[in-house]
Each structure stands twice: as structure tokens, then as C-alpha cells.
């Protein structure tokens, strides 16, 4: 049984350190902690790392995936690595960043609706369903009448930053948490307060 593990982000330097990539960047510390390094997919316009998650002995076999194409067209590389790797919805994580959620606040859960982001927004259209788990990563709303749609694609303010590299890898735990743990058993974990900062 394989697991495939997406976190959403644009592609590219210039977004590398938003609020928008915290997926991007929570599945790059799995993939450090696979001991590899994502590489471009043959296949699917993503990249990919094929490899063993967890300890020898109780590890499962994963693939880790950054999709290549802009958020809202994340839908595309995620049904073709689907596709390529033989892996259902049951099988599916997906890490993301969420407005609606405390800065610092981790959220697991499976299936729900979209929630206005244009990633999971893509996924479900081209999957024709929202059933899968996600791990969802707060970045908060912006304060006053400040646009979400540019404040998700700032970086996090200096006295942020520190918070939002412990949150990112509370996220990549929490993915981790589900493969071996279960979803009950993760939310009791991540879906407390756990504000940081």
C-alpha cells in the first residue's frame, strides 16, 4: 500500500517563503527526514520522492509530491501522480494552508468542503471529490480590511517566522501521525489548541 502526500505551494523562488506554500514546505521536511531530495516526475508536473516513511521495521512505503503547476491548477499533477502510483483517496493526504484556522494551529481531518482554497478547490474538481485526509496548516486571517488573496502569497512577518517553522513541522508530523496513527488518534494530537507563539 502506498501513500501519497501533496503539499500545496506555487512553484518558484518568489514564493518559496509565503504563507501560501506551508504545505510546499511541510512535506520538504519529510522528505529530509526519507533522507532525499524531491526530484521532477517523469510523469506528472511535480516533484516526486519515492521512499520508506517511518522507522525500519514499521516503515510503509510513500511518495511525497510538491505539484509544479500554480495552486489553482494543483488538481492536475495530484490525479496523474494518483494515477501513476496507484493510490485512492483513502491514501491521499494533503497538507495546505488555511485562513480560517489560528496562526500556529494544526487541524487533520478527512473530506469536508473546500473552504474558498483554490488548490483543494482544483483537486476536488478534477478528482470529482473532496474525500481525502488533509492536514491543515493556520496562518490566520489578515487584520482589518486587508486582502486574503495577497496575504496569503506575503511571507510571514519577522517575529513569525520561528512559530511558523515549529508549525510546519507539527504539520509534516501530523501527515505522518495519520499514515501510522489513524485520523482519531491524530486529531486528538494536533486538533487541540496548539496555538504557537
Not at 518559496?16 to 519529510?30: E, F, K, P
Not at 508536473?45 to 517511518?54: F, H, I, M, S, Y
Not at 480560517?100 to 481531518?109: E, H, L, V, Y
Amino acid at each position: 500500500m502506498t501513500w501519497l502526500i501533496v503539499g500545496l505551494g506555487n512553484p518558484g523562488p518568489d514564493y518559496a517563503a509565503t504563507r501560501h506554500n506551508v504545505g510546499y514546505q511541510a512535506v520538504a521536511d519529510l522528505a529530509t527526514r526519507m533522507g532525499g531530495r524531491l526530484a521532477k516526475h517523469k510523469r506528472a508536473n511535480a516533484l516526486v520522492l519515492e521512499g520508506r516513511l517511518g522507522s525500519p521495521g514499521t516503515s510503509v512505503t510513500a511518495v511525497l509530491a510538491q505539484p509544479l503547476s500554480f495552486m489553482n491548477e494543483s488538481g492536475g499533477p495530484v490525479k496523474a501522480l494518483m494515477q501513476f502510483y496507484d493510490v485512492t483517496e483513502e491514501n491521499l493526504i494533503v497538507l495546505h494552508d488555511e485562513l480560517d484556522i489560528s496562526f500556529g494551529s494544526i487541524r487533520a481531518k478527512f473530506g469536508g468542503g473546500d473552504n474558498g482554497h483554490n488548490g483543494l478547490k482544483s483537486i476536488r474538481k478534477v478528482l470529482g471529490t473532496g474525500e481525502y485526509f488533509r492536514v491543515r496548516l493556520g496562518i490566520g486571517r489578515p487584520m482589518g480590511a486587508a486582502d486574503p488573496a495577497e496575504f496569503v502569497l506575503k511571507p510571514f512577518v519577522a517575529a513569525q517566522r520561528a512559530d511558523a517553522e515549529v508549525m510546519v513541522a507539527r504539520g509534516a508530523d501530523a501527515a505522518q501521525s495519520l499514515v501510522f496513527d489513524g485520523l482519531e488518534r491524530t486529531q486528538n494530537i494536533y486538533n487541540g489548541d496548539g496555538e504557537v507563539g
